[in-house]
């Protein structure tokens, strides 16, 4: 049993120079005037110079000082002409910002590879030590039936933890504090390290395709057959896999089968063929793409391919229609088919109307009702209105009473007119065509908490102009406010100064009459 202390051996300077190599990152020119002040070139040496130091290249040495051309100044190193940034020496904390993750590819005993990942900072304590903080975090060996996997982490108190095995195989990144990820560099693998491994055929351009190539590279390494699937055009599914599409995989994909003809044990040559071609078509689209082949609801492959392609983008399950609707798929695609192609839209919006208009008529209880229409849209309508008008059935009874005891509030005046609002199904069309939020003033108005009324042109009686919201106590204007909540017009404002004018004789009137009554 392999163990991660039996990875082939590593130095830190190994791991130095490959990251030297590949990784370009910023680099620092350290300088102070003396090694005993390092608070301002104006008590410097006596020599009058600096001394620097390079992390490109390493190097520790003085330079005569420039006065035209101080040390901050410097952009290249005078020594190995490498591009940098000039920065203090007490500043040497701006290098433990430099942090990433070096992943590196090293060969192991007969067939095996072992894939390293390690967390890498550069050293502020360059003086006394190597350049870079490199600690290994984990190891993946592979090998001929698949790989294997460890892990260990360091902290101030505990140390370095020891390896710990996972039995996921996955690409582990470098997860900082605070959620912080660090970004990845890769050492390439060399034709010489495959050469004759479990990875000499494995598909090197993975690594830049896939979001997880360890993961791939283990299940090349325990399924052969992922070679062929690769190689057939089918890359694009391995992508869908890693992005939650293992049980969709599973189900289309044969990766035990002993002969490339039985990688796709329900499709044949020609379907192939097809989905190659069709990139489009990913993981679940596949699926349904099988589904709706079994079912047969097509001998015309490119239309299967079209109804797929819809189908998988569709949030719900298309196979509890055909039961739903008393036929099968094949009759409620083309039903479906010709319902998109009468009003131009796609299949799966004509399938979110069936969806609702079943929905509907089992809410409503119509039993016997016709289950696929002749025109679906226009089905849906009628039974949306009439829905409608059940929900609201129980509030416009209030709002009939409340008109009937306003009517003492209509008036009109210089060519306009106002009145109560007559239903709660007004109340709506009026916060829709003026855009605001009166339609939420529906129960207040029903309980007599508020009137809403609407003031209009005499003549465009039917054109939504202000809408106006009385104090039932004190008859005073709460709100009167045009479209989209703007301010009213100064024709409307004048006539609300006569309007309210007039509910206060209204009332006073209307309180003799009741006086004398008494």
């Not at 830190?12 to 005037?33: C, M, N, P, Q, T």
């Not at 100064?490 to 007039?502: D, G, K, N, V």
Request: proline share 3%; glycine share 6%.
């Amino acid at each position: 049993m392999r163990r991660a202390e039996d990875a082939p051996a590593l130095s830190a300077a190994d791991v130095s120079e490959r990251i030297s190599a590949i990784v370009g990152h910023e680099e620092f020119l350290f300088y102070r005037v003396a090694q005993t002040d390092d608070l301002d070139w104006v008590l410097g040496a006596p020599d009058d110079g600096y001394e620097m130091f390079c992390t490109a290249c390493g190097q520790r040495f003085w330079e005569k000082r420039d006065r035209k051309h101080t040390a901050k100044h410097y952009s290249h190193c005078p020594k190995c002409f490498a591009k940098v940034t000039a920065s203090r020496w007490r500043d040497r904390a701006r290098m433990e910002a430099i942090q990433f993750a070096f992943h590196t590819w090293t060969r192991g005993e007969g067939t095996e590879i072992w894939f390293r990942s390690f967390q890498v900072s550069m050293n502020r304590d360059f003086e006394n030590a190597d350049k870079y903080d490199i600690f290994e975090y984990c190891r993946v060996c592979f090998r001929e039936g698949g790989a294997l996997k460890w892990t260990r982490s360091r902290n101030w108190f505990e140390g370095v933890k020891p390896w710990q095995p996972v039995k996921t195989v996955c690409f582990k990144r470098w997860h900082g504090s605070y959620g912080v990820t660090r970004d990845d560099s890769w050492d390439g693998v060399t034709e010489e390290t495959v050469q004759g491994s479990c990875l000499q055929y494995a598909p090197g351009e993975a690594v830049q395709l896939l979001d997880d190539p360890i993961a791939f590279y283990a299940l090349f390494c325990k399924y052969p057959a992922v070679e062929y699937v690769w190689k057939m055009g089918f890359a694009r599914l391995f992508h869908d896999r890693e992005c939650g599409g293992g049980a969709e995989f599973n189900r289309v994909v044969n990766l035990r089968a002993k002969r490339p003809d039985k990688l796709f044990p329900r499709l044949d040559k020609a379907d192939l063929q097809l989905l190659r071609e069709r990139r489009d078509l990913h993981l679940r689209a596949i699926e349904e793409y099988i589904k709706l082949k079994q079912a047969g609801a097509s001998t015309n492959r490119n239309k299967l391919a079209e109804w797929a392609a819809q189908l998988a983008g569709w949030s719900d399950d298309f196979w509890r229609l055909p039961e739903r609707c008393g036929t099968d798929a094949r009759g409620l695609l083309r039903y479906c088919d010709k319902q998109a192609g009468r009003r131009n839209v796609r299949l799966g919006n004509v399938l979110q109307e069936l969806r609702d208009y079943l929905d509907q008529l089992d809410r409503l209880g119509v039993n016997g009702g016709d289950r696929m229409p002749h025109n679906l849209h226009e089905a849906h309508a009628r039974l949306s209105e009439r829905e409608r008008r059940i929900k609201s059935r129980k509030l416009n009874m209030p709002f009939r009473i409340r008109r009937h005891l306003l009517r003492w509030m209509c008036w009109k005046h210089n060519g306009m007119f106002i009145r109560p609002v007559d239903s709660a199904d007004e109340l709506t069309r009026e916060g829709e065509q003026q855009q605001n939020c009166v339609a939420g003033y529906a129960k207040r108005h029903a309980e007599g908490k508020t009137i809403i009324l609407l003031l209009r042109r005499c003549s465009e009686p039917c054109k939504s102009w202000h809408t106006v919201e009385i104090d039932p106590e004190s008859l005073t204007c709460r709100q009167c406010y045009a479209a989209r909540n703007t301010q009213r017009t100064p024709e409307a404002a004048a006539f609300m100064e006569a309007y309210l004018e007039h509910l206060r004789r209204v009332r006073l009137r209307n309180r003799k009459k009741e006086r004398r009554a008494a």
